[in-house]
């Protein structure tokens, strides 16, 4: 990455008091800048939705924001949990929500991306595909990207829904985009890594696996880490698509890498996390952490969070585990960070602040 596209992001990075979207911000930063928790002796707080839970929460100004299979997002006091309004869509969800300026942008089973007004609950647009959207949108500059279960790739325009391109690929598109200022970055059930044109949406390149990507990729300098169900993690080079390296796990791979120092970490659906050299692809260590991952971790200083088992902490330099709390199982969620506090959602369809 550029420093052009870095500049660029930084227009749309979270602020220290903010998480936007899946893993904090469009830098995949992964709450860097968060403290290094003990394990948390209580639960602050714990409010449940009514339904299973299978994204990630977001967080602005005092407020959690969360979507549900019923189909609603929530808008929640962090400080209580008390629930300050819901809207309902069209369908389930499976999207993590993203903020961006006064709304919250979210993807629904109906083809639908919404964005919802964070202060009222009312909606502000809808934009509309012809497949499921599971994808969280990747916003920056001003624009929204995503993917469709009808095998296109979308920009809209963030304040307005008005649609900018349409991009035809291979497959069902269920991996959120990484987005710089030239390109966008996302993986499809095409079995391809696909780089496109950020202002036009034509490719530039499109890099084949064995089976298909529904991971999420993060960028570590100038290379792309992505996993694939094909079993390996890639490491390819972002401007040209060109495989630099692979590293072979033990089963499928959908959940999404996070970078720190020079390293990658990622989960496997057999149960490890694997942190690699993300310049070479070198093992650096792997952990039993689970039956089966699916959800991203998240580094926070001195630290990974995964929700598998329960909530772990894991000692980012050898792997060992830190700490585990019994809650927050979800299979898709993350963790979030918010000083001494860590947000956490269930499959259950319980929410819990933890401290």
Same mark, same amino acid.
């Given at each position: ?20 979207? #899946? ?10 800048? !968060? ?20 994204? %990630? ?15 609603? #997002? ?23 929500? %993203? ?20 202060? &009222? ?71 391809? /890594?696909? &780089? ?18 529904? &991971? ?8 792309? /880490? ?16 060109? /495989? ?9 791979? %959908? ?69 585990? !709390? ?21 499959? &259950? ?7």
């Amino acid at each position: 990455m550029g420093k052009n596209d870095r500049d660029a992001m930084a227009g749309e990075v979270a602020g220290n008091n903010d998480w936007v979207t #899946l893993l904090k911000d469009n830098t995949r930063t992964q709450g860097l800048g !968060a403290a290094a928790l003990e394990n948390p002796g209580k639960a602050k707080w714990q409010m449940r939705v009514g339904s299973s839970i299978r994204t %990630a929460p977001v967080w602005r100004d005092g407020t959690l924001y969360v979507t549900s299979m019923q189909g609603h #997002l929530h808008a929640i006091s962090a400080d209580n949990g008390r629930e300050k309004w819901k809207f309902k869509a069209g369908g389930q969800i499976y999207s993590t929500p %993203a903020l961006h300026g006064k709304n919250v942008l979210f993807g629904c089973n109906d083809g639908r991306v919404y964005a919802v007004n964070a202060e &009222s609950g009312a909606k502000a647009w809808e934009a509309k595909t012809d497949g499921e959207v599971w994808a969280s949108p990747a916003v920056l500059g001003g624009v929204a990207y995503f993917g469709s279960g009808d095998g296109h790739a979308y920009a809209v325009e963030a304040d307005s829904g008005n649609g900018k391109w349409k991009q035809t690929l291979g497959g069902r598109i269920h991996s959120t985009a990484y987005a710089t200022e030239k390109a966008i970055y996302l993986g499809c059930g095409d079995g391809h /890594v696909h &780089s496109l044109d950020a202002v036009t949406g034509k490719d530039i390149w499109s890099t084949a696996t064995a089976n298909g990507v529904n &991971s999420s990729p993060a960028l570590a300098g100038h290379t792309l /880490v992505i996993g694939s169900e094909d079993f390996f993690v890639y490491g390819i080079d972002a401007g040209t698509g060109a /495989v630099k390296w692979k590293y072979e796990t033990g089963l499928g791979i %959908a959940s999404s890498p996070a970078v720190s120092n020079g390293v990658a970490v990622i989960g496997g659906k057999d149960g490890f996390l694997y942190a690699l050299e993300a310049a070479t692809g070198k093992l650096k260590w792997k952990a039993r952490a689970g039956e089966v991952i699916t959800a991203p971790p998240v580094f926070g200083a001195g630290i990974i969070y995964i929700q598998s088992w329960g909530l772990q902490a894991l000692d980012p330099e050898d792997g060992k585990i830190l700490w585990r !709390a019994g809650l927050g199982g979800s299979i898709q969620g993350a963790p979030i960070v918010m000083g001494k506090t860590i947000y956490v959602t269930s499959e &259950s369809g319980d929410v819990y602040a933890l401290e």
